[in-house]
């Protein structure tokens, strides 16, 4: 069983900044696995902000994260980070981490909400203007 735990999210202020950190419980090793970030808002799908590969090499970001996103993972914490900068009201949205067991390309792999197995119960982030 895998279980993922996000937390840092909250209320902020527009041009703020935000870290959002997920904690990972697996019986399998932290580095096998693809993580992720997406968010949701009311009356919307799923969307793909930000991924990383199993070895850390590989990113994915949206067109919206590009530039503002930075996306890390820390294997011997079982943690992955979204630091997100320069938020603005769009942004608002529940955050949830994902995991895939794959080692496949992360631009293929992580952006389809679909295709995930496992995810954290979210995090809620607004940006108030």
């Known amino acids: 069983q895998v279980q993922l735990v996000e937390s840092g999210g909250g209320v902020v202020q527009a041009g703020d900044s935000l870290r959002l950190s997920c904690v990972v419980s697996s019986g399998r090793d932290f580095s096998d696995y693809a993580m992720g970030w997406f968010r949701q808002t009311p009356g919307k799908e799923r969307e793909a902000v930000a991924a990383?590969?199993?070895?850390?090499?590989?990113?994915y970001y949206s067109d919206s994260a590009k530039g503002r996103f930075a996306i890390s993972r820390e294997d011997a914490k079982k943690t992955v980070y979204l630091q997100m900068n320069n938020l603005n009201p769009e942004d608002t949205a529940i955050y949830f981490c994902a995991a895939k067991f794959n080692y496949g390309d992360v631009h293929l792999i992580m952006t389809d909400a679909d295709t995930i197995r496992y995810w954290g119960p979210g995090t809620q982030v607004t940006v108030q203007s």
């Open positions: 990383v590969s199993w070895s850390g090499r590989e990113k």
